[in-house]
């Protein structure tokens, strides 16, 4: 699970963060939606250990982040919004790369790698350099990397960004089984009709505060508004 107390992220003249508390418990596929600005990737940053809180505290699956960084990594999968590889490395390589950072046995590794390729449409790009991939091809090999370990909680930044209408349904089936397996999934998107179609909560955050969590439907009372969209929703609860 993933377990955030008064997080807070302060930069000279700014407050990006504060003081966020949030639970998601195992099994969850919680969605983070919010302006441009607002905070999602500086929370997903500190999440992921990449960015250090001013204040507050960030337990992944009970392992305090600041204090066992190394431990609690070892339980994420992280998918940033963009897709920061080696490009002078093939597929297979960067596969084998990221699996010696989470000392992947080398047996174990041939049958997750090629597995991880085979679901995300890169087999035959396997031994093909990174630099000759297209964007949302480099997107879907940073997934099936982020998947080598199996981890227990993926924290992934707008998933869906470069990603043709094929790879966005497998992406979004792809999170529910995860999430229905027992993996806790929080996901940062623009995309609320994705946000609305397979996340179980959603939280709100604006201005850097969390102005609203719940399902769809309760955030839909919460805006006073029956009949209408998350986008709907979404704009009227930042207006408030």
């Keep these: 699970m993933i377990e955030l107390f008064q997080l807070t992220k302060k930069y000279t003249h700014t407050v990006a963060v504060a003081d966020l508390n949030l639970i998601i418990p195992e099994g969850e596929l919680f969605g983070f939606i919010g302006p441009n600005g607002a905070g999602k990737t500086t929370t997903i ?54 699996a010696d950072l989470y000392r992947i046995d080398h047996n174990r590794f ?53 990603l043709d209408p094929a790879a966005i349904v497998l992406v979004k089936n792809l999170f529910r089984r995860l999430a229905a397996a027992g993996t806790t999934i929080f996901m940062s998107t623009h995309t609320l009709a994705v946000a609305e179609d397979i996340c179980d909560r959603i939280g709100v955050i604006h201005k850097g505060k969390v102005i609203a969590i719940g399902t769809p439907d309760e955030l839909k009372q919460m805006a006073c508004i029956d009949n209408a969209g998350l986008e709907q929703v979404f704009l009227r609860l930042i207006e408030k």
């Design 45 to 98: 940053k500190m999440m992921g250990g990449l960015l250090s809180p001013t204040n507050g505290r960030i337990r992944i699956c009970g392992i305090d982040m600041i204090d066992q960084p190394v431990k609690a990594k070892q339980c994420i999968g992280f998918i940033p919004d963009r897709p920061y590889l080696y490009e002078k490395l093939t597929g297979m390589e960067f596969m084998q790369f990221t």
């Design 110 to 162: 041939r049958e997750q790698a090629n597995r991880g390729l085979e679901l995300f449409s890169l087999s035959e790009w396997g031994d093909e350099l990174i630099e000759s991939y297209s964007h949302g091809m480099k997107q879907r090999l940073i997934m099936a990397a982020a998947l080598l370990h199996d981890p227990r909680v993926i924290i992934v930044d707008e998933p869906m960004v470069g």
